[in-house]
Nanobody, 124 residues
Framework: QVQLVESGGGLVQAGGSLRLSCVASGHSFRFYVMGWFRQAPGKEREFVSS????????IVADSVKGRFTISWDNLKTTAYLQMNSLKPEDTAIYYC?????????????????WGQGTQVTVSS
């Protein structure tokens, strides 16, 4: 059974940092891309960042460019989202998801497995 489990969320002051983790298990994720999305209260789910399985191709939403970085661990079983210079508008539930494709994508419809999410709250 495929499972994605996010962790690392919490409460942080504006300007602070958090690192989210997404542990993938259940089958080999070789040739899958990993993506991070977020959803704030009353808003639609929003793309944040995505990384190819090789790790050498990433895409990042303009709203977080220069502040957030996506990466894999060496075994390609855990993905990370390093979030720096956090702003109150980054407050949301953050989800990781996987898509069976070579290139990273911002399209939620391409992702087949989703985690349960982790809450990130940034205070002003």
């Amino acid at each position: 059974q495929v499972q994605l489990v996010e962790s690392g969320g919490g409460l942080v002051q504006a300007g602070g940092s958090l690192r989210l983790s997404c542990v993938a298990s259940g089958h080999s994720f070789r040739f899958y891309v990993m993506g991070w999305f977020r959803q704030a209260p009353g808003k639609e789910r929003e793309f944040v960042s995505s990384i190819s399985w090789s790790g050498d191709w990433t895409i990042v939403a303009d709203s977080v460019k220069g502040r957030f970085t996506i990466s894999w661990d060496n075994l390609k079983t855990t993905a990370y989202l390093q979030m720096n210079s956090l702003k109150p508008e980054d407050t949301a539930i953050y989800y990781c998801a996987t898509a069976l494709r070579a290139a990273p994508t911002a399209l939620p419809s391409e992702y087949v497995h989703w985690g349960q999410g982790t809450q990130v709250t940034v205070s002003s």
